[in-house]
């Protein structure tokens, strides 16, 4: 929950902790888009005067959330005398665990290519165990235990939101905006598709080439032309008409695709326009880029 003291009625300070591979940056990301300060990878030693600085800051900051994990090494120890010292300040907070079963945490480790903070020696699978280990008291201690196991990313989205969103009504409809490449495939959740391959290609400019839609300059690019702006007002206008018979209909989340060639440049660049569209009409939108990364 926010960084207030017991008694006050507003704010959270939420830290995220779990197993690796388990979904924290995710969760981080979701809270993020949500309005929440967040803070990777903080030492817990540090978090008591942190949460006393926010509390200074004259309610700028009211939303914190850190992710806290094995990554900190040897400083992770201090996370339980760090909790302790919250309460005894009289901070209202909130754990958040999420966790996978070994499988599936096997598999996207091996997806992702990433090394396991805990291998040394041995496998994944070994580092794994020794992590559940480490993790037993913290989890023994969180007040929302997730089991990401089998959860895709939308649904995961959807259930963080019904547990942190402060407007019921908003946390009734999600709407997650994907971009994507039609080379990679098409989201295979996605309930409307929009083609932007029609748009100026930013891959054609030079400067351009090896940044995202995620760069200003990208994005200003995309949208300096009047194609793209008056395919925009029509985009908004049509989700705008559309959005609340889907509310109407009882259903809970909407994925929208928006797909460019790549998924690098201009998906980008109009999921982002786009969600920040959605956002001024107090929709709750998550925003993802699934194939950013990938260079050909």
Known sequence: MDVLAKGESKGRFV???????????????FLEDLGYFCVDNL???LIPAFADLCRKADGRISRIALVVDVRGGEFFADLNEALDRLDEMGFIHQILFLEADDETLVRRYKETR???????????????????????DI????????????????????KLLQMFS?????????????????????????????????????????????????NPRVSDYVFKWPLTRSFMRRLTGFLEFLIP????????????????????????????????FLRTKRRAVIVEHRDVDKVD
């Open 245 to 276: 018979h889907y509310i109407n209909e009882g259903k809970t989340q909407l994925v929208i695709g928006i797909g460019c060639t790549g998924g690098r440049h201009r998906s980008v660049a109009v999921a982002e326009r786009l969600a920040a």
């Open 166 to 214: 402060e407007d019921r009504d908003i946390a009734r409809f999600m709407i997650s905006v994907v971009s994507f490449g039609f080379k990679h495939g098409l989201p295979l959740d996605a309930d409307l598709v929009f083609d932007v391959r029609f748009l100026p290609n930013p891959q054609y400019v030079t400067s351009l080439r090896s940044s995202d839609g995620l």
């Open 114 to 136: 990433r090394r396991h903070p805990l291998m040394s020696e041995g496998g994944v699978e070994e580092a794994i165990s020794r992590e559940r280990k480490r993790l037993e």
């Open 15 to 29: 830290i995220i902790t779990g197993l690796s591979g388990a979904g924290k940056t995710q969760a981080m990301r």
């Open 43 to 45: 030492p817990p030693a």
């Open 139 to 158: 989890r023994g201690r969180a007040s929302k235990i997730v089991d990401t196991t089998g959860l895709t990313p939308a649904k995961f989205r959807q």
